[in-house]
């Protein structure tokens, strides 16, 4: 089975910046997509960005472009989302998931219907 494991959230107050990492214990695909979403309490689960673990091509919502940006230690299994200029809208628990085949590029909108792997996700708290 493939094993999810995020690490690297907390607490950090407005404007302030966080890391937040993804190991991946295997992947399934020669190249696939690993994506994070968030969660805020009562709302739907939306996307954040997403990354090929071939060419490291990377992907994102329009609304967090430019504050947020997705990489990968490949070596590693290990994807990143570097998080700047935090908003208090920004407070969610943040998941991994992987699994999920490249079609010629990667799906971070939506609920992330086709990953296929998630991890238990890591809080992000963000503070006025």
């Known amino acids: 089975s493939v094993q999810v494991v995020e690490s690297g959230g907390g607490s950090v107050q407005a404007g302030g910046s966080l890391r937040v990492a993804c190991t991946v214990s295997r992947y399934t695909y020669t190249n696939e997509c690993v994506g994070w979403f968030r969660q805020a309490p009562g709302k739907e689960r939306e996307g954040v960005a997403a990354?090929?673990?071939?060419?490291?091509?990377?992907f994102y919502v329009d609304s967090l472009k430019g504050r947020f940006t997705i990489s990968q230690d490949k070596a590693k299994n290990t994807v990143y989302l570097q998080m700047n200029s935090l908003k208090l809208e920004d407070t969610s628990m943040y998941y991994c998931?992987?699994?999920?085949?490249?079609?010629?590029?990667?799906?971070?909108?939506?609920?992330?219907?086709?990953?296929?792997?998630w991890g238990q996700g890591t809080q992000v708290t963000v503070s006025s």
């Open positions: 998931a992987a699994g999920s085949p490249w079609v010629g590029r990667c799906l971070v909108a939506g609920i992330g219907s086709t990953y296929a792997y």
């Open positions: 990354i090929s673990t071939e060419g490291g091509y990377t």
